[in-house]
Structure formats: C-alpha cells, structure tokens
C-alpha cells in the first residue's frame, strides 16, 4: 500500500462494484415496472423508477463526474515525482469518503450527510492540488 497507485485501482474496483449494483437493482425494476428497455433511450425516461434504485444509478454518474479529477490529480503527483507518505495518505482518504459516500447514496441517502462527506472529499482532493501547487512555485 506505499504506492499512491493503488488507490486509484481501488476506486476503479469500487466503481465497478457500484455498475454491478446499479444493474442489480436497476433491471429487475425495469422489469416489476414493465418498462420496453427502448424506452430507457434518453436521460429520464427511467425516473418512474423508485428512488432507491435511481440513486445507485446516481450514485455510478457521480462516480464518474469529480474521481476523474482525482485520477488526474495522482497520476500528476506520480508523474511529478512527488509521491511522498501524506498524498498516499490523503488519496486513500479520498477513496474511502467516496466509498461512504457511495453507501450513504445507496442505502438512506440522506442529502446532509451526503453533501458533508462530498464536502470532506472536495477539501482532501483541493489538498493534494494545493500540495502541488505549492510545490510547483
């Protein structure tokens, strides 16, 4: 676990857990709802779904959305030459707030608690800009 590496493969694994869990939840629903799955062409046309399915599907978008962020920004501190102990420290915190965010979404998608972990995700991310920009001066 000393390569800032590896907790982007954990993301990317945790990532693709969450696909599976979309599927899970999202066919059979499609089927209870007797929903043509041409109909599922275009963004919304799955929102009769019930919402404890539509967050997990969410949940994956959002997983695509501010990670890549985070995968840029390790592969930059890689790159750079400046992995040290606390950008390892501070991805794998990143990885484990999406990870609770993920379950919060998923589970009681309870929006505070949600946008308070994201918020902690969002601050250790903008760390490890702030670590390189400093570095870059």
Known sequence: MHSLLTPVLALIVWTLIIWIWMYATRIPAIGAAKIDPNAARHPGSLDILPSNVRAVADNYNHLMEQPTIFYAMVFYVVLAG????????????????????????????????????????????????????????
């Open 82 to 137: 400046h992995t040290d102990p606390l950008h390892i420290w501070l991805a794998w915190a990143y990885v484990a707030l999406r990870v609770v965010h993920s379950l919060v979404q998923n589970t009681i998608n309870a929006v505070p608690v949600r946008f308070l972990v994201f918020a902690l995700s969002t601050l250790v991310l903008a760390a490890m800009a702030v670590r390189e920009v400093i570095a870059a001066i």
